[in-house]
């Protein structure tokens, strides 16, 4: 029978398949579990430019782990999962990052109603909470101040405090869960000279910690005195190391050339269309066995592109 097609704008839920009982004398392994991922569905081309689609024609979903085909059991839209988004900045950034203070608060009230908003500053070898999770938006906002851009607070990685908020996950419901890291995503644990993306031991951690709890990490590169004065190779580090987090957990790396960005604007609209359009898929797995598992998410409409996390340890 051919699938029906449909549009994201409005995304039935599939049937869950129906499970028989185990016999009480012995109960049988399970085959089969359950894994949720946020992914954001949007036509190719709409970031770059003004379109915004209303509809998004996604036809069929198809989601792939280790190359097999799963049943997909549920979509949860922005309705029906509300949205819980931590940011953490850093607070060795340039004073161009002040700059932003207030379009960044203008974006936190302009939330969707009902999102869970925290914000925290990395700072030396800690995490500064300045506001635990609240659906008050305009206290969120208000816990946005200037950075003191002082070299003498840098963090030695600021992965570690995506570690960290990632456990302040735990305590909130099940939903759609997201962070945006503002920073210059350059670990330093081994000298400068080290810093490459594939050598942070803190950034495979902080990958796996979000891929664990489902949270997608969305970055926006901005400078510290510490890349300014290191140069290109350091920035490229920076950058690339921010890019990898974003790729990996189903997030999205934001640049602007490797200068400090102008305005933080245009990040924040394709930001707003790509948490807009971010659902909580939930699809049964039949891979029983320990290890990392490769999730591939796709439409069979070939105009749409879909940002998910790349696997999973299990």
């Not at 097999?68 to 953490?88: K, T």
């Not at 206290?139 to 002082?150: F, L």
């Amino acid at each position: 029978m051919k699938a029906k097609s449909f549009g994201i704008a409005i995304v039935p839920l599939f049937v869950l398949a129906a499970f028989g009982i185990g016999s009480a004398q012995k109960v049988p392994k399970p085959t089969v579990r359950t894994v949720s991922i946020p992914i954001s569905i949007y036509i190719k081309g709409e970031l770059a430019g003004d379109r915004r689609e209303e509809i998004v024609p996604v036809d069929r979903l198809i989601v792939l782990e280790d190359k097999m085909e799963q049943q997909i059991l549920s979509i949860r839209s922005i309705d029906e999962a509300p949205m819980a988004l931590a940011f953490i900045i850093q607070e060795d950034l340039t004073p161009n990052f002040n700059l932003q203070i207030k379009d960044l608060k203008e974006f936190i009230t302009r939330l969707p109603r009902g999102t869970r908003v925290m914000v925290a500053y990395s700072r030396g070898g800690t995490t500064q909470i300045a506001q635990k999770f609240t659906t008050d938006l305009t206290r969120a906002a208000a816990a946005i101040r200037p950075v003191a851009s002082s070299i003498a607070l840098s963090p030695r990685t600021p992965f570690d405090a995506v570690s960290e908020v990632l456990n302040r996950f735990d305590a909130l419901p099940a939903g759609r869960r997201a962070i945006l890291l503002v920073s210059d995503g350059l670990d330093i644990s081994n000298g400068i000279g080290e810093s490459a993306p594939t050598q942070s031991v803190a950034l495979d951690r902080a990958i796996l910690a979000a891929q664990r709890r489902s949270v997608a990490v969305f970055t926006i590169y901005s400078p510290t005195e510490i890349t300014e004065r290191a140069g290109p190779q350091a920035i490229l580090n920076g950058q690339s190391s921010l890019l990898r987090l974003s790729a990996e957990t189903g997030g999205r790396a934001f640049f602007q050339g490797n200068i400090a960005p102008i305005s933080f604007v245009p990040f924040f609209k394709d930001l707003s269309l790509l948490l807009n359009r971010q659902f909580l898929l939930t699809y049964l797995s039949t891979n029983m066995k320990r290890g990392y598992h490769r999730v591939e998410v796709r439409s069979t409409n070939p105009a749409v592109r879909i940002d998910h996390p790349k696997g999973y340890y299990y």
